[in-house]
């Protein structure tokens, strides 16, 4: 009746969110409302919506679409995905890059499941006509693993911005932009349907402005 807010709070992340995006977040959340108890699970962007769709977590929050219609769905902020090499790489001092220049060098992928994964799938299966897709080098389960497989020159990658921005400022690695651009959104997904505690509206109107203050330049 005083008006504080309390409570649990359960919610999951996929790889990407959960490292670069949640813990500013989550951190300045916990500083209003220091009451509430947040409990976070990590997995893909597939493991995340059927942990929703399962009431295992309260909100999810993903980067790849949802195609379960019965699921609340409200984008977030808009991710843009650039591709990787190392400095020294042929296409490393390209202003833009093009997939069909992109197919011929090893590539680094993450696995099936993952968001990241199925917006570069998509992304091929759109602009790759001769049907040749990604020379996949390798599979690997975080955006961590997945940069440190570039840097140590065992191909090239295409990875979200969000992620390399330590990494461009020590210039192990070099970002180029891909041509056309692609671009993906973060979302908030949770059920239509659950009764919801003030709380998680007190923290999707907390994120809403923090979506909003922290979009792309």
Do not use: W
Not at 15 to 35: C, H, Q, V
Not at 107 to 130: A, H, M, P, Q
């Amino acid at each position: 009746m005083t008006g504080d807010i309390s409570g649990v709070l359960t919610i999951g992340a996929s790889t990407t969110i959960a490292e670069y995006m949640l813990p500013a977040l989550l951190g300045d959340f916990k500083s209003k409302y220091s009451e509430v108890d947040i409990h976070l699970k990590v997995s893909n962007s597939d493991g995340i919506v059927s942990m929703v769709e399962s009431n295992i977590i309260d909100l999810g929050v993903v980067e790849s679409p949802v195609n379960n219609k019965n699921l609340m769905v409200e984008k977030c902020k808009m991710d843009q995905l650039v591709a990787i090499a190392t400095p020294d790489h042929v296409i490393a001092n390209h202003d833009s890059v093009r997939l069909n220049e992109l197919l011929s060098f090893p590539f680094i992928c993450r696995e099936e499941g993952s968001g990241t994964r199925d917006v570069i799938n998509s992304y091929v299966k759109d602009l790759d006509f001769d049907g040749y897709g990604l020379n996949i080098s390798m599979e690997l389960g975080s955006p961590e693993s997945v940069k440190g497989a570039v840097e140590a020159g065992m191909g090239i990658s295409i990875i979200s911005k969000a992620t390399i921005q330590k990494e461009l400022r020590l210039g192990t690695l070099v970002a180029v932009p891909l041509d056309p651009i692609l671009e993906r959104p973060f979302s908030f997904v949770h059920q239509k349907q659950k009764f919801r505690q003030r709380v998680m509206d007190e923290l999707l109107e907390f994120a809403r402005v923090y979506c909003e203050e922290n979009q792309p330049n």
